[in-house]
């Protein structure tokens, strides 16, 4: 039921996730640069995929939450899972503090 708020509410980490994959080097070129197709597809007010069907379905924000999808599913995942940790999306990997007091 909360899965969508706690989307939203991560949405912000998601965009920094991103700039953080442009930025590093080890994520390939070509994917860059298909992501910012992508992106021109989205911005752009010609609308190529108005006479496809099945395609005219899909609004702008369903194709930036694909193109966002497959970057993050087609960068290495060793760099994701890094950059993940690094805004806070994988709480499982962020290292704890240890807070245990210590003895006199």
Known sequence: MFEKTKFFVQLPAYGRLIVRLYRDE???LL????GLAAAVLIVSPLDPFADI???NAFDDAALLMLAARLFFNLS????LAEHRAAVGLDRAAV?????TPGRP
């Open 95 to 99: 290292t704890m503090k240890n807070v």
């Open 26 to 28: 080890r994520v390939p």
């Open 53 to 55: 069907p099945f395609l």
């Open 76 to 79: 290495p995942a060793m760099v």
């Open 31 to 34: 994917l860059k640069m298909a």
